[in-house]
């Protein structure tokens, strides 16, 4: 079946031309569009995305709420949310991450890179490389707790290698990479990753990345 995808940017002439790039796609079918965040939650509702490619600056709306919205407790499907950005070092896109979303994309990405991008997201993994992430949160870590706070009782829940893999993860690390750094098989390095966000109540990588610099597990800039 065709991933369903929703498009979401108050500027019409770029949801043209993502349109063009995915109709061009057999296993993508563009289903609707939307010029700010209360049109995507209405959209959302009557067609039942797979995905939602989300700007984040637009009027009435922007997309960090709607994206809250759209993937939080009372979320009405089971629609993902890929957030698109002009700059590569975006505050809001920070804010969107917590808020749920499965990851980001520069709107002037490459049309195979937008295309897997959505693959990735529409098959419930984090979007591309987690090390963007962390450049991301490395950039705000004004905004992050100090590290001097109090650790959250659920980290405690995770075993010792859970956590060494939670530190890879905010990291930037592929499992490839994690399993290599601690001479475990790949589908190890899942399983754990696994553990990781059902213990933690994360969705993907993304947000376990995010958790791993707000509960001061991983401090801003460290190696």
Known sequence: MAIRVLLVDDQPLLRTGFRMILEAENDVAV??????????????????????LMDIRMPRMDG???????????KDGPAKV?????????????????????????????????VQAIRVVAAGEAMLAPSITRRLLDKYAGKLPSGEDPVPDT????????????????????????AADLFVSETT?????????????LRDRVQ????????????????
């Open 31 to 52: 289903v609707g569009e939307a010029g700010d965040g209360m049109q995507a939650l209405d959209q959302v509702r009557a067609l039942q995305p797979d995905v939602v």
């Open 64 to 74: 960090v709420e709607a994206t809250r919205q759209i993937t939080g407790p009372a």
């Open 82 to 114: 890929l957030v698109l950005t002009t700059f590569d070092l975006d505050e809001y896109v920070v804010e969107a991450l917590r808020a749920g979303a499965s990851g980001f994309l520069l709107k002037d990405a490459p049309a195979g890179e937008l």
């Open 155 to 178: 980290l405690h829940t995770l075993t010792e290698r859970e956590v060494e893999v939670l530190k890879l993860v905010a990291r930037g690390l592929s499992n490839a990479e994690i």
């Open 189 to 201: 390095v899942k399983t754990h990753v696994g553990h990781v966000l059902t213990k933690l109540g």
């Open 208 to 223: 376990a990345a995010v958790y791993a610099y707000e509960s001061g597990l991983v401090r801003p800039g460290a190696q």
